[in-house]
């Protein structure tokens, strides 16, 4: 390994106990060796800080840390991070073994700042279900604001970033949970160019307990999502800002009708998205027409 390492990764971990060995497994055998691996403990009580020292291995660095959320310990990550490329894994998903070397290559030979391909979707055990989710080879800021088909699925278990793409001081706001992938791929599409592999080289456990089914925190995320956006100056075109806030609003009724199990929060959200544009009603019909048909 040089003295200073070529990639950094990122591990933030809040009570990973049960799932952290595996995350820093799969980071320091990656095929691509010339790495350092930070692990910031997120104010844990349970053994997570230990695991992360048990390690014998040179390039793990660990930063404990009193409890500030997943966006506070990816920025204290970045404040210490060596790398001239920078990458993120949550505690609880995994890398492929040739992740950083195939993403690595695809930024070498492109003029692109950052590179993100596709998603394992696993159980809880982190085995394969067989599901791949595919991130879009369009529009990334079009695609993640609309938030019907995946734009950069989990973000931060998945890109690969050059070091200067933060040169200009971006950090993760603190103010925000599950959408905090969501502003930074938002932050990172507007400001650099990228490049969708077309590969699926992460794996992504599916947890009964996931934030994403924490329905109130989805739904107050997403609405300080959009004044993000807004500020952003990504939301000027007001027939797509009208859209995209619909689609925002039906997601969240589904949200609480499928998750939360309560029709009463669902419907407020379902008929506002209608209200703010009807024609919702008609592409969600199309859309389950194609997904019945298997198109």
């Not at 369009?138 to 993640?144: A, F, L, N, Q, S």
């Not at 950069?152 to 905090?180: Q, W």
């Not at 502003?183 to 590969?199: E, T």
């Not at 419907?267 to 703010?276: K, S």
Request: aromatic fraction near 6%.
């Amino acid at each position: 390994m040089s003295v200073r390492p070529l990639i950094s990764v990122i591990i933030p971990a809040y009570n990973a106990a049960p799932f952290l060995l595996e995350a820093t497994r799969s980071v320091l055998e990656q095929t691509h060796t010339d790495l350092e691996l930070i692990v910031v403990n997120d104010g844990s009580t349970d053994e997570t800080s230990a695991l992360a020292r048990r390690t014998h291995d040179q390039r793990v660095r660990v930063i404990d840390q009193p409890n500030g959320g997943v966006s506070s310990a990816r920025n204290a990550g970045l404040g210490t991070a060596e790398g001239e490329y920078i990458a993120f894994l949550d505690a609880d998903d995994a890398m492929e073994p040739t992740a950083l070397q195939e993403k690595l290559e695809r930024l070498h030979r492109s003029n692109a700042a950052w590179v993100f391909g596709d998603l394992i979707i696993c159980d809880a055990l982190l085995h394969p279900t067989g599901r791949v989710m595919h991130g879009t080879d369009g529009d990334v800021i079009r695609t993640t604001l609309l938030g019907i088909d995946p734009g950069v699925p989990a973000m931060c278990s998945n890109a690969l970033l050059r070091r200067s793409c933060f040169d200009t001081g971006y950090r993760f706001p603190k103010h925000l949970s599950n959408a905090a992938d969501q502003h930074f791929v938002l932050a990172m599409a507007r400001d650099h160019r990228y490049q969708h592999l077309p590969r699926a080289l992460n794996r992504y456990r599916v947890l009964p307990h996931s934030m994403s089914h924490n329905v109130a925190l989805y739904a107050a995320d997403h609405v300080r999502l959009f004044e993000e956006a807004a500020a952003m100056g990504l939301l000027r075109d007001d027939a797509f800002a009208r859209e995209c806030r619909a689609n925002a609003a039906w997601s969240i009724g589904g949200s609480w009708w499928v998750n939360g199990r309560s029709p009463a929060k669902a419907l407020p959200h379902l008929l506002r998205a209608v209200v703010m544009d009807p024609s919702i009603l008609l592409r969600r019909m199309k859309r389950a027409r194609r997904r019945g048909t298997g198109n």
